[in-house]
């Protein structure tokens, strides 16, 4: 039986000789699919959108890939988009590793920001992207008191992994303005916040979700 499917390339991985593994973020799943010699095919990228058929087999221990179209975006051709939507990208794997069903929510979430990657400062893009899949799965942390302490937050506040706020001496972090971060909590949006701010917030993003 073949199956239609389209998905964001969020995990690529040897298998053997020119095969690999593929892992797709669809609208309702997070699978792995076995692609013959796929190391051959360019469409094959990190991150790209695809069209693809899934067809059982018998040899293998996973469904096999083929048929692929990649669906393009206008800022796929410029290095430093591309290199930043990678390095957003892959950060999904980790997190919905051990998702087999999932709600349309991160697919769309995925396509909404590709489709504006070009016309705002991608790195802004990806913080109000998080910001909106934290809100989703309920983990904005914004109650005002320390992760750490549990004690009452100051002016000054430090972020930790998931933009978990605390006091900078609790975690010997970088200093942020609380009203600023618990604007972005609030709004899902940087238009308030400097570059340089959002460079920081960027950084912390990287270290996962």
């Known amino acids: 039986m073949i199956k239609q499917m389209r998905g964001f390339i969020i995990s690529i991985r040897k298998a053997k000789n020119e095969d690999v593994i593929v892992t797709v973020l669809s609208n309702d799943s997070v699978k792995s699919y076995w692609r013959f010699f796929g190391a051959r095919h360019s469409i094959l990228q990190l991150g790209n959108l695809i069209d693809f058929e899934v067809t059982n087999s018998k040899k293998n221990f996973m469904p096999n890939m083929r048929s692929l179209s990649h669906i393009s ?10 290199f930043i939507w990678q390095n957003f990208i892959r950060l ?26 070009s016309k705002q400062n991608p790195k802004r893009l990806a913080i109000e992207a998080y910001m909106q899949l934290l809100h989703h799965e309920g983990r904005l942390y914004d109650n005002g008191f320390c992760y750490i302490c549990e004690n009452i937050l100051e002016e000054e506040i430090g972020l930790m992994r998931a933009f978990l706020p605390t006091h900078t001496n609790c ?21 308030h916040l400097e570059d340089s701010l959002v460079e920081k917030l960027y950084d912390i993003l990287l270290k996962g979700l």
């Open 171 to 191: 975690i010997y972090g970088q200093e942020f303005n609380k009203k600023e971060i618990f604007k972005l909590f609030n709004t899902h949006s940087t238009i």
């Open 92 to 117: 999904f794997e980790p997190h919905l590793r051990d998702t087999i069903e999932l709600d349309s929510f991160y697919f769309n979430l995925l396509l909404n920001t590709a489709k504006k990657w």
């Open 73 to 82: 975006f206008p800022w796929i051709f410029s290095n430093n988009h591309l």
